[in-house]
């Protein structure tokens, strides 16, 4: 009976007697946690000393003897900043009560810099828990080994530090086989490298390149192949005759697409590749990664796959031999009633930015009547969205909220704007702190020229057969515009530069009120937001943001397009307050011929929308 529930995290003991999982019923992000007997169904809940459900951020961590849970609490601000593992269960395999419980949950890691988040998870072998301290530009690895000592106890000792922490180094690790996978941008690289060093070894210096036969260095940080993510695969062996070979399967981007690599691994003196194999598809425009992957010892990989036109799938890719195209299996297609794949095109074209040198991707998915509405040179219906910040990637996904307009012959575009992880790293770097508003510019320039009034093409890339769209296939009359939270400042600093050149414009809750927001550093999360947008207590920022903030630059007697706001009463990445205030401030503002300024308040969710 409840308006919203959403699902933190659920793990299964290690012993597959247990569930515990963690739920979030208010959509402020704070969750409690649970653990059910999956035979009995028998279930408890985790409490504190007041007798209140505990309250956590929603990871939640066993220990190898299925009898102890991990878990993160929070502080005033929302920020994840404690570490806490609890005993659970007796010798006897019996639940002890919050009322039974002899000593406190032990704190095993307090983060007190305000700039860091503490995240907590296993490795993927079930052997560590991580715990990372982690801001916007620098980290630290803590890990926990999960297995039982000599004695056949837990080690529930202190955490080892892997590295210390150092100003504009990001790391993050993956266990292999002894070793640990690091993932770096150590020394100013562009983009994360690969590196690796024994289990043990403490210290950045002792991190050595992961090489191929050659000795190059797999992924070097360079601008050309970003680096994201590393699962590590140990098959077990065919024949009694073959060994099992380890494998560290590889996400990141190149070319500005997403990307899977299969690495075979050596593990010597030290790791290095002896394969390496990028995956293909036979579309050039995708989004692809990993799949939910659970046991490390399977002979293959789960991806998932889709495109703007071809609904999501998860394949199995033999690890041994992944360029054959015969072996892959389709675990799962999601299927999609009265859809026809062959009814619909895609393409991803670049568009030249206003500074001459920096091309923009965007991405447009249409019903293919609407090569016929435009063969008399109509404007047709077309609507942009975009995010562009905190590095994240706007990929070419296929989205079923998507079908209605496209069936109604709306053509849909995706701008990959600078602030984003579209072409890696420096791509996001590009706009943030004193750059940001190249974020803006980027979105404008785009909606320029699908009305056709500037800049040339720079390439298209066609996704799927048939002729090519693009420039000045729409007009302001009926172009639309759409972000959510961020790409809500994105939607509304666009809007303030040129409100003509949208009909209608959604901003979900966004994040408009950029000023008053990162000054009050009690605000949860602010703090830590100060290494993306600024500090505003430092002149330089301050003025800088005031001169992009939405709230701050609504053009008096401007006409603006018809606007619908959303915010969510518990909120707490974006407060409800910002979108309401925002709406005040156009519909005061703005031009008497602006269309209407619609604001829906949800009272039951926060930044996610009520649950179904």
Not at 116 to 140: P, V, W
Not at 265 to 288: C, F, G, K, P
């Amino acid at each position: 009976n409840k308006t919203y529930l959403a699902t933190g995290a659920v793990a299964v003991s290690p012993n597959q007697k247990y569930l515990a999982y963690s739920l979030d019923e208010k959509g402020g992000e704070t969750c409690q946690m649970y653990v059910k007997h999956i035979e009995t169904g028998e279930e408890w809940a985790l409490h504190d000393r007041n007798g209140d459900l505990l309250e956590c951020d929603g990871s939640v961590v066993w220990n190898d003897q299925s009898n102890t849970l991990y878990y993160v609490k929070m502080d005033e601000t929302h920020r994840p900043f404690q570490l806490y593992c609890r005993q659970i269960f007796d010798s006897d395999g019996q639940w002890i009560d919050i009322d039974n419980q002899k000593e406190e949950d032990a704190m095993l890691l307090e983060e007190k810099d305000q700039l860091f988040n503490l995240n907590t998870h296993k490795t993927f072998d079930g052997k560590y828990l991580i715990a990372r301290c982690i801001s916007k530009e620098s980290s630290e690895v803590h890990y926990l080994d999960l297995r039982p000592g000599d004695d056949g106890k837990n080690t529930q000792g202190e955490l080892t530090l892997l590295a210390k922490r150092q100003p504009k180094v990001l790391y993050r690790v993956t266990h292999c086989q002894g070793y640990w996978l690091v993932s770096t941008n150590i020394g100013g690289l562009l983009n994360l490298s690969l590196k690796a060093c024994r289990v043990g070894e403490e210290g950045m210096e002792k991190w050595k390149d992961v090489v191929d036969n050659f000795g190059v260095s797999v992924f070097d940080g360079g601008n050309e192949r970003s680096l994201d993510g590393v699962t590590v695969f140990n098959p077990t062996a065919q024949t009694e005759s073959s060994s099992p070979l380890t494998y560290a399967v590889i996400t990141g981007r190149e070319e500005g697409m997403p990307r899977v690599w299969v690495l075979e691994l050596n593990e010597e003196e030290a790791i290095s590749v002896s394969q390496m194999t990028r995956l293909e598809w036979e579309e050039s425009a995708y989004d692809v990664g990993i799949g939910g992957n659970r046991d490390p010892s399977l002979p293959y990989v789960t991806i998932s796959y889709d495109s703007l036109v071809t609904p999501p799938s998860h394949i199995a890719i033999p690890l041994s031999n992944p360029t054959d195209f015969d072996a892959r299996r389709v675990l799962k297609e999601k299927e999609v009633a009265n859809y026809d794949k062959e009814a619909y095109a895609c393409e991803r074209n670049t568009v030249r930015s206003r500074d001459g040198q920096t091309d923009i991707p965007v991405s447009l998915v249409y019903h293919r009547d609407v090569l016929k509405d435009m063969s008399n040179g109509t404007p047709v219906p077309t609507h942009l969205f975009g995010y562009g910040s905190y590095g994240a990637s706007i990929e070419a996904s296929f989205r079923t909220t998507r079908l209605p307009l496209l069936k109604r012959k709306v053509v849909y575009a995706l701008a990959h704007v600078r602030g984003g992880g579209e072409m890696g790293r420096p791509w996001y770097d590009e706009a943030k702190y004193l750059t940001k508003k190249n974020t803006f510019n980027d979105f404008i320039d785009i909606a320029r020229w699908l009305v056709g009034e500037n800049a040339e093409d720079s390439n298209t890339a066609n996704a799927s057969a048939g002729p090519s769209i693009g420039r000045g296939i729409t007009s302001p009359d009926k172009l639309s515009c759409e972000g959510r939270s961020a790409g809500g400042l994105l939607i509304g600093a666009s809007l303030n530069q040129h409100p003509e050149l949208f009909k209608a414009a959604i901003l979900g809750v966004p994040f408009v009120d950029v000023l008053c927001t990162m000054t009050d550093a009690t605000i949860p999360l602010t703090v830590a937001e100060w290494e993306e947008w600024g500090n505003p207590n430092e002149e330089r920022y301050f003025d800088y943001m005031y001169s992009y903030s939405p709230m701050e630059n609504v053009k008096d007697g401007a006409v603006y397009p018809s606007m619908l706001l959303t915010g969510g009463l518990h909120d707490p990445r974006v407060q409800y307050w910002e979108p309401a205030k925002y709406a005040s401030e156009l519909r005061h503002k703005s031009s008497k011929e602006s269309g209407p300024v619609i604001l829906k308040m949800d009272m039951d969710s926060g930044h996610f929308s009520a649950s179904e």
